[in-house]
């Protein structure tokens, strides 16, 4: 869920955002070397200032604490506080060889002849003298020798508070500077970033634009530069530009596809004009040789009549077929008298056994349009009888449901190829040819909201197409 | 400045001889006891320019850091005269002259004074006992004999008396150990404390007076005895004691807190002799 959230940022500011962390990371550590720095800095500083206290001290100490002369060693240490009153050395203990104090800038904190183990057992020798701690002050501790032997030792307490004062400053300083350096750089790195993608920007806004279809990005938005950003917009042109032509052929196809299978009807269909025909001029020589005959002519004006209503109604459901203004009419159950009476003939001459059961009425058809499903059924029933063999069975059965009517077009052929159930059943590309329209059928299925299983069993194959109730009901 | 001082002085008095016969004259040599002045140069210039215009010739004020050193001097001829302490003048008494005794606050005396910390409750010496205690020097009058004589009074010496004493070689150092902690109490010089409280107040505002002995003998200037008569000693004796009526010698004399030089008199040193006497020591 979270890679999702993240995927959602746009791009320009998912590098920025990235941009950012990069800063963030660099600015600690660079404030890192630096107060790293710094503090070895200060101590390099404090242990310099240490040791030339302490060593000076000493010099001046050392025959004095040989002596234990407490006057003097005090008399140099008060000296010394004088010279740096207000620097850093806040206090200093001078110990015997038994780490008795013999004298301290401050006698009342350390008075003559204590124990001097207090203040020396915390202190710091010269060398690892630091200020790196928090305390404001730090204390070190030196040996005090006079001729190679040791005869005492020296505590002094440093201020260190400028110090951690200025670390800290220094440290919040960082902070800010780093921390407004890392939001300049990043917006720049924004900015910068929006600039150089404004092509993919560009291309993402065109490839669903308008509610998902992708659509041609004008030239005059395209970057005059020859970068790979470029070509690949024209590219993405170029692709849209077959795209749209692969959409236009396949419009065409289908419109054909429409009379396909008319087309296929159209030698049974001869027929079944033809045929009457033959018995109608038969009928017209009857009533010319029998003409004085009423009861002849009678009959056989009535056999005329019959003969050229049929004709009339195949005539008219080819018309039918073919009239484009049928879009948005609804479907009525003559609609199956009419696709009965073009299929029918088709049968007819492949001797096969027609199972016709219209039990939706007008009702339930009313809100599903007529000329999508007659398209469907037409394609399905003819697909049917090319697949059933000669004298075998095709049914149609249209059935009411619920919330839509139920289509179940029935065959005892060997059942359909892998390749038509894929144009059928699927959205996915398919290689032109194949089933009669079983494309078109799917397609027509799906602009109505429905839906087509397939079912194959005790040699039969059957194929119900669900189709729900319009907004016209 | 000095040699400026001193030459504009010899010009504005027609009694002296010319500078060139001065250069040619040795240098006289005066030491100095570590009294106040000790460490202050002022006072020293000072001092010294009002005696070099007093006697007519380049004077020279030796210091050393303890009495012993300066009576040593005194006694083996390394310097001509010097400024003692009534005590060493007294353990000398048989080699060593007067030559003038300074008045302060109008006679020739001072007092020793014990002192503590400003905010130490001790009231009289017992009170202190088992402290840390400043001596000035072993040689010195105020800053050693009246405490250590009064402590033979009460059966006691320093050592047994206190935790702990130390020498600090100067009554400014005493002061300074008792204002900074260092020890309880000290033994000090009256005059150097009321001059002191006057030119560092901050210092002497941390100590307080426990108590004040009599009023003894102010430390004396004096010469070998065998040396009395040598000109340049008499030439000093007359500086010495004409200082406050000259401009150079009295501004010296207003630094050092000291009225006038006065004409020597060997009893003012008898209560000192008498301290001595305590000690077991005879003058």
Redesign the interface.
């Given at each position: 869920m979270r890679h999702g959230a993240i995927s959602r940022i746009p791009i320009t500011l998912r590098v920025a955002l990235a941009m950012g962390v990069l800063m963030i990371v660099l600015g600690m550590v660079a404030s890192q070397q630096v107060l790293r720095s710094l503090s070895r800095l200060h101590d390099d500083r404090l242990r310099e200032i240490a040791r030339l206290h302490v060593e000076g001290l000493s010099v001046a100490l050392g025959p004095f604490v040989l002596h234990k002369d407490?006057?003097e060693v005090?008399?140099t240490l008060?000296r010394a506080r004088a010279a740096s009153e207000g620097q850093r050395m806040l206090f200093t203990v001078v110990a015997d060889d038994r780490n008795r104090v013999l004298?301290a800038t401050?006698?009342?904190r350390a008075p003559?002849?204590s124990d001097a183990t207090p203040f020396s057992e915390n202190a710091s020798d010269l060398a690892a003298l630091t200020a790196s701690g928090n305390e404001p002050r730090v204390r070190v501790r030196a040996s005090l020798s006079v001729a190679e032997r040791t005869v005492g030792q020296i505590v002094t307490e440093i201020d260190v508070g400028d110090l951690v004062a200025e670390r800290r400053r220094v440290s919040v300083y960082l902070l800010l500077a780093n921390a407004a350096a890392t939001a300049l750089l990043a917006f720049a790195g924004y900015v910068l970033v929006a600039r150089m993608l404004k092509p993919v920007t560009l291309l993402a806004q065109h490839m669903d634009d308008a509610g998902g279809a992708p659509s041609r990005i004008p030239e005059i938005e395209i970057p005059k530069s020859d970068t790979e950003l470029a070509r690949l917009l024209r590219t993405f042109n170029t692709m849209i530009g077959a795209i749209g032509a692969r959409a236009e052929a396949e419009k065409r196809l289908a419109e054909r596809e429409r009379f396909v299978s008319l087309g296929r009807l159209s030698s049974s269909l001869a027929h079944e004009i033809n045929n009457p025909l033959g018995g109608l001029l038969n009928t017209v020589d009857t009533i010319r040789t029998y003409a004085n005959r009423p009861d002849v002519v009678q009959r056989s004006v009535e056999l005329l009549e019959r003969g050229l209503v049929h004709l009339k109604d195949v005539s008219r459901a080819i018309l039918d077929e073919n009239r484009l203004d049928r879009a948005g009419l609804p479907l009525r159950p003559t609609d199956f008298d009419d696709l009965k009476l073009l299929f029918e003939p088709e049968a007819a001459h492949k001797r096969q056994t027609l199972d016709w059961q219209v039990q939706a009425d007008a009702a339930n058809l009313a809100s599903i349009p007529a000329a999508p499903v007659r398209q469907i059924v037409l394609n399905l029933l003819l697909n049917a009888s090319a697949a059933a063999p000669e004298g075998g069975h095709v049914g149609l059965s249209v059935l009411p449901r619920d919330d839509g009517i139920e289509l179940t077009i029935s065959d005892d052929g060997r059942g359909l190829s892998a390749p038509d159930l894929d144009r059928l059943m699927s959205s996915a590309p398919v290689a032109p040819g194949g089933g009669v329209g079983l494309r078109l059928v799917h397609d027509l299925v799906v602009g109505l909201n429905g839906r087509i299983r397939h079912a194959r069993g005790a040699g039969r194959t059957l194929l119900k197409v669900f189709l729900p109730k319009g907004e016209a009901a | 400045m000095r040699r400026r001082d001193f030459f504009g002085a010899l010009a504005a008095s027609a009694v002296f001889p010319a500078p060139s016969a001065l250069r040619a004259q040795p240098l006289f040599r005066l030491a100095l006891t570590p009294v106040f002045l000790d460490n202050d140069a002022a006072v020293i210039e000072r001092l010294r320019d009002a005696l070099s215009v007093g006697m007519g010739r380049d004077v020279d004020l030796v210091q050393r850091r303890t009495y012993q050193e300066i009576t040593g001097a005194l006694l083996d001829g390394s310097v001509d005269a010097a400024w003692v302490c009534g005590y060493p003048f007294l353990q000398h008494r048989g080699q060593l002259s007067l030559l003038g005794v300074p008045v302060w606050r109008g006679q020739p005396r001072y007092q020793s004074y014990l002192i503590t910390s400003a905010g130490d409750g001790a009231a009289s010496l017992e009170d202190l006992r088992g402290g840390?205690h400043?001596f000035s020097d072993p040689d010195s009058n105020s800053g050693f004999l009246v405490t250590a004589s009064d402590l033979a009074r009460m059966g006691e010496t320093p050592d047994s008396f206190f935790?702990?004493t130390?020498?600090?070689?100067g009554h400014r150092?005493v002061v300074?150990?008792v204002a900074?902690?260092?020890?309880r109490s000290g033994s000090v010089d009256g005059y150097v404390w009321q001059a002191l409280a006057a030119v560092d107040p901050d210092l002497v505002a941390r100590t307080r007076i426990v108590s004040r002995s009599e009023w003894l003998g102010f430390p004396p200037f004096a010469a070998r005895t065998d040396r009395m008569d040598d000109p340049a000693v008499m030439t000093l004796q007359r500086a010495l004691l004409g200082m406050d009526r000259m401009p150079a010698g009295r501004k010296a004399l207003d630094l050092l807190f000291l009225d006038r030089i006065a004409e020597p008199d060997v009893r003012l040193f008898d209560g000192i002799a008498a301290r001595m006497a305590e000690l077991g020591q005879a003058g």
């Amino acid at each position: 869920m979270r890679h999702g959230a993240i995927s959602r940022i746009p791009i320009t500011l998912r590098v920025a955002l990235a941009m950012g962390v990069l800063m963030i990371v660099l600015g600690m550590v660079a404030s890192q070397q630096v107060l790293r720095s710094l503090s070895r800095l200060h101590d390099d500083r404090l242990r310099e200032i240490a040791r030339l206290h302490v060593e000076g001290l000493s010099v001046a100490l050392g025959p004095f604490v040989l002596h234990k002369d407490v006057w003097e060693v005090y008399d140099t240490l008060d000296r010394a506080r004088a010279a740096s009153e207000g620097q850093r050395m806040l206090f200093t203990v001078v110990a015997d060889d038994r780490n008795r104090v013999l004298a301290a800038t401050d006698p009342l904190r350390a008075p003559v002849d204590s124990d001097a183990t207090p203040f020396s057992e915390n202190a710091s020798d010269l060398a690892a003298l630091t200020a790196s701690g928090n305390e404001p002050r730090v204390r070190v501790r030196a040996s005090l020798s006079v001729a190679e032997r040791t005869v005492g030792q020296i505590v002094t307490e440093i201020d260190v508070g400028d110090l951690v004062a200025e670390r800290r400053r220094v440290s919040v300083y960082l902070l800010l500077a780093n921390a407004a350096a890392t939001a300049l750089l990043a917006f720049a790195g924004y900015v910068l970033v929006a600039r150089m993608l404004k092509p993919v920007t560009l291309l993402a806004q065109h490839m669903d634009d308008a509610g998902g279809a992708p659509s041609r990005i004008p030239e005059i938005e395209i970057p005059k530069s020859d970068t790979e950003l470029a070509r690949l917009l024209r590219t993405f042109n170029t692709m849209i530009g077959a795209i749209g032509a692969r959409a236009e052929a396949e419009k065409r196809l289908a419109e054909r596809e429409r009379f396909v299978s008319l087309g296929r009807l159209s030698s049974s269909l001869a027929h079944e004009i033809n045929n009457p025909l033959g018995g109608l001029l038969n009928t017209v020589d009857t009533i010319r040789t029998y003409a004085n005959r009423p009861d002849v002519v009678q009959r056989s004006v009535e056999l005329l009549e019959r003969g050229l209503v049929h004709l009339k109604d195949v005539s008219r459901a080819i018309l039918d077929e073919n009239r484009l203004d049928r879009a948005g009419l609804p479907l009525r159950p003559t609609d199956f008298d009419d696709l009965k009476l073009l299929f029918e003939p088709e049968a007819a001459h492949k001797r096969q056994t027609l199972d016709w059961q219209v039990q939706a009425d007008a009702a339930n058809l009313a809100s599903i349009p007529a000329a999508p499903v007659r398209q469907i059924v037409l394609n399905l029933l003819l697909n049917a009888s090319a697949a059933a063999p000669e004298g075998g069975h095709v049914g149609l059965s249209v059935l009411p449901r619920d919330d839509g009517i139920e289509l179940t077009i029935s065959d005892d052929g060997r059942g359909l190829s892998a390749p038509d159930l894929d144009r059928l059943m699927s959205s996915a590309p398919v290689a032109p040819g194949g089933g009669v329209g079983l494309r078109l059928v799917h397609d027509l299925v799906v602009g109505l909201n429905g839906r087509i299983r397939h079912a194959r069993g005790a040699g039969r194959t059957l194929l119900k197409v669900f189709l729900p109730k319009g907004e016209a009901a | 400045m000095r040699r400026r001082d001193f030459f504009g002085a010899l010009a504005a008095s027609a009694v002296f001889p010319a500078p060139s016969a001065l250069r040619a004259q040795p240098l006289f040599r005066l030491a100095l006891t570590p009294v106040f002045l000790d460490n202050d140069a002022a006072v020293i210039e000072r001092l010294r320019d009002a005696l070099s215009v007093g006697m007519g010739r380049d004077v020279d004020l030796v210091q050393r850091r303890t009495y012993q050193e300066i009576t040593g001097a005194l006694l083996d001829g390394s310097v001509d005269a010097a400024w003692v302490c009534g005590y060493p003048f007294l353990q000398h008494r048989g080699q060593l002259s007067l030559l003038g005794v300074p008045v302060w606050r109008g006679q020739p005396r001072y007092q020793s004074y014990l002192i503590t910390s400003a905010g130490d409750g001790a009231a009289s010496l017992e009170d202190l006992r088992g402290g840390m205690h400043a001596f000035s020097d072993p040689d010195s009058n105020s800053g050693f004999l009246v405490t250590a004589s009064d402590l033979a009074r009460m059966g006691e010496t320093p050592d047994s008396f206190f935790a702990r004493t130390l020498f600090t070689w100067g009554h400014r150092n005493v002061v300074r150990a008792v204002a900074g902690g260092l020890v309880r109490s000290g033994s000090v010089d009256g005059y150097v404390w009321q001059a002191l409280a006057a030119v560092d107040p901050d210092l002497v505002a941390r100590t307080r007076i426990v108590s004040r002995s009599e009023w003894l003998g102010f430390p004396p200037f004096a010469a070998r005895t065998d040396r009395m008569d040598d000109p340049a000693v008499m030439t000093l004796q007359r500086a010495l004691l004409g200082m406050d009526r000259m401009p150079a010698g009295r501004k010296a004399l207003d630094l050092l807190f000291l009225d006038r030089i006065a004409e020597p008199d060997v009893r003012l040193f008898d209560g000192i002799a008498a301290r001595m006497a305590e000690l077991g020591q005879a003058g």
